[in-house]
């Protein structure tokens, strides 16, 4: 509920403030008085766009505030609460509208964008005003006008939540099987580099032991005479080494029969020739080790390029060759689970689609059958309001499913959307002869004022909207069909806060509350001011809104017996 709304400095407004209760609540005063203007204001509050030309002349800022109880079990309470704001301190909106176009909005005292505050205030209050394209006048919103007279918003819930589980699935299942067409040549190709790979039979640094076995090649005739050249001249050559130790030694060994020192190196010597006879044999051995077989080299250098030509394919060293490896067999394992997250997808997606088409069809019979009975209730309620012989009537559609639909999508060939199956216009023929038409394309003030009233009123119960405010609800109607109106409102009144906006006596003084909205001039600055009004002062509004200006004794007559009239 709107508790009280503060205007400041927003066109001729200098300085507004109106507390509101529940009931219904009646905004009157002459054309041009500002009433229209607190329409707008509330608009802002509830997240209309914002701008620099709303500023009164001569300030810099204009600021809105609006304070709203919310009931506990609301959609804006749960939208709030998600913002970790508390409901039950209710609701404190501001606006401040900048000439610099740097507007700003604050949620409880918290700064906050147009996104937030519109999921708040969406089902807060609801605005009718003379031709606006009004929530319950868009084509979009049939469809939820429907399901909300027939309580079917649970069924539409599930409908829902199926729907939007799908929808990823369905995309999933698209990849898993663009995957799968593209599986075939991707797993020629791991199996092939996988079995490239185990074909070569790569040892550990096998790599730089060839490139030492193919250097020795390369010099082996080199290393063969060298290690010859060192045995001979360690052995087997004239006064070799070897030859030339044992005479050292027995030198040494015979003036070591003088000196015990001389002979422990005479000992050391004979040692010596000990180790030179056992390098000459290991020598002997290396010789002839040495690889004779001239196709060794070759086989090397074919053994190395591939290798190499490995290396360069996958990575560079034989280590990253193993790590890529791994790697195929990684997405050789993946490729192979495919079908069987395929299928098992499949099954899952299977059991969605069920579930929707079947409570999608069961939306479908429910809305065809609650459609006659909602058109008969406008009917009824348009000829309460004296529109006279007309007709209303519920166009339900199903849309044929595209063939690039996905199959999840559709049942009985007709697509399912995140609503149903259905598509909703409403059509209206307001004058006998006339060919029904959507009621978005009535043109009349009046009529168009009419069907909400009635729709409104059919809703009433189940409406979500906590605050409804009718601006210019009376266009193109008066005498009895005013009265009608009058009374249409104050029945809303007792399901929702109702705030009207009207020139007519009639329906005014069905009201629970009464304000004047007047302007004047002070300083040679136009002002708009708000006065409730209670007895004499409600009394001769009423007689102002019956006779003009001057006001008479049969005017406050009139007033006076129109007000009798209620109490009684």
């Known amino acids: 509920m709107l508790e009280e709304l503060v205007i400041r400095n927003f066109a001729i407004i200098d300085d507004l403030k109106i507390r509101f209760s529940q009931g219904l609540t009646i905004l009157s005063g002459e054309t041009g008085a ?70 700003r909005i604050y949620i409880n005292g918290r700064m906050a964008t147009i996104q937030l505050l519109t999921s708040i205030t969406q089902n807060l209050a609801g605005i009718s005003g003379q031709h606006a394209h009004q929530r319950l006048l868009k084509e979009e919103q049939h469809l939820l006008i429907l399901d909300q007279y027939a309580g079917l918003l649970s069924l539409r819930s599930q409908v829902l939540d199926d729907y939007n589980q799908l929808l990823p699935m369905i995309k999933k299942f698209d990849g898993l099987i663009s995957l799968k067409k593209k599986q075939k040549d991707r797993i020629e190709l791991l199996e092939f580099q996988k079995e490239e790979i185990l074909g ?83 020598l002997r051995d290396y010789s002839n080790r040495i690889e004779t077989d001239d196709q060794r080299l070759g086989r090397i250098e074919e053994r190395l390029d591939q290798l190499n030509r490995l290396k360069r394919k996958y990575g560079g060293s034989l280590e990253n060759i193993s790590d890529q490896l791994l790697e195929i067999e990684n997405q050789l394992s993946k490729t192979q689970n495919l079908n069987h997250e395929i299928k098992n997808l499949r099954t899952s997606l299977a059991t969605i689609h069920e579930r929707l088409a079947s409570c999608a069809k069961q939306l479908s019979l429910k809305r065809i059958k609650a459609c006659q009975s909602l058109a008969g209730r406008v009917e009824q309620e348009l000829s309460d309001l004296q529109m006279g012989p007309i007709r209303f009537k519920i166009k339900i559609m199903q849309q044929p499913a595209p063939k690039e639909m996905p199959f999840y999508l559709v049942t009985d060939s007709q697509a399912i959307s995140e609503t149903g199956l259905d598509r909703v216009v409403f059509m209206i023929a307001p004058n006998p002869g006339e060919e029904i038409k959507p009621l978005a394309g009535i043109a009349s003030g009046g009529e168009l004022s009419r069907v ?7 809703l009433a119960r189940s409406d979500s909207v906590e605050t409804i405010i009718f601006d210019e609800v009376d266009a193109g109607i008066g005498g009895s069909v005013a009265e009608v109106v009058g009374e249409k409102l104050a029945d809303l009144s007792r399901y ?17 509350h009464h304000y004047k909205i007047s302007k004047k001039v002070i300083n040679q600055r136009t002002q708009t001011s708000i006065t409730p009004l209670k007895g004499e ?32």
């Open 537 to 568: 002062q409600r009394l001769e509004e009423i007689a102002r809104m019956l006779g003009g200006v001057q006001i008479t004794s049969a005017t406050l007559a009139h007033a006076r017996e129109m007000l009798g009239q209620l109490q009684e």
């Open 200 to 282: 070569a039979l790569i040892l550990p640094e096998e790599d730089k032991n060839l490139e030492k076995e193919r250097k020795q090649l390369k010099n082996r005739d080199l290393i063969f005479q060298t290690v010859n050249r060192v045995i001979e001249t360690l052995y087997t050559a004239q006064d070799s080494i070897i030859e030339r130790l044992g005479e050292v030694k027995k030198d040494l060994s015979r003036v070591g029969e003088l000196d015990e020192l001389l002979g422990a190196k005479a000992e050391i010597i004979e040692e010596s020739g000990y180790q030179i006879e056992d390098l000459v044999e290991e």
């Open 496 to 512: 929702h806060q109702t705030i009207c906006i009207t020139h007519l006596p009639q329906i005014a003084k069905f009201g629970n």
């Open 452 to 458: 909400v009233l009635a729709l409104k009123a059919i």
């Open 34 to 103: 500002g009433k229209s203007i607190i329409i707008n204001a509330v608009n802002l509050l509830l997240g209309s766009r914002a701008t620099a030309k709303l500023i009164r002349t001569g300030a810099q800022t204009a600021e809105l505030e609006a304070l709203f109880q919310i009931d506990s079990s609301s959609q804006a309470a749960k939208a709030m609460a998600d913002q970790g704001l508390d409901a039950a301190q209710g609701l404190l909106i501001r606006r401040i509208i900048s000439c610099n176009d740097r507007h």
